[in-house]
């Protein structure tokens, strides 16, 4: 009777294991896929995810889109590439800005 009981548990400890093997490679890639940048300029009014300059606090408190001061997270690479009527580029910046 020892015998069995120790079976299925041996059989439940694999199969917990094999479970939390699978979800850790599961979500692995999909974590590098999704690396994040902060792009400035981006954002629409208090849509922000953080830093919309002095008046302000954090996060969603941008006081008009596109602030020049205030950044939204967006996958890396894609920043410079996002419209921003407010840049000079007339694309999202690494770095705040002054409005055009």
Known sequence: MARNHSTLSLAGTG???AFGLALTLATAPAEAATEQEKCFGVAL????????GPGTTCAGTSVRDHQGNAWKAVPKGTCEKTASPSSPTGFGQLAEFAEK
């Open 15 to 17: 199969l917990a294991a």
């Open 45 to 52: 009014k208090g849509k922000n995810d953080c830093a919309a």
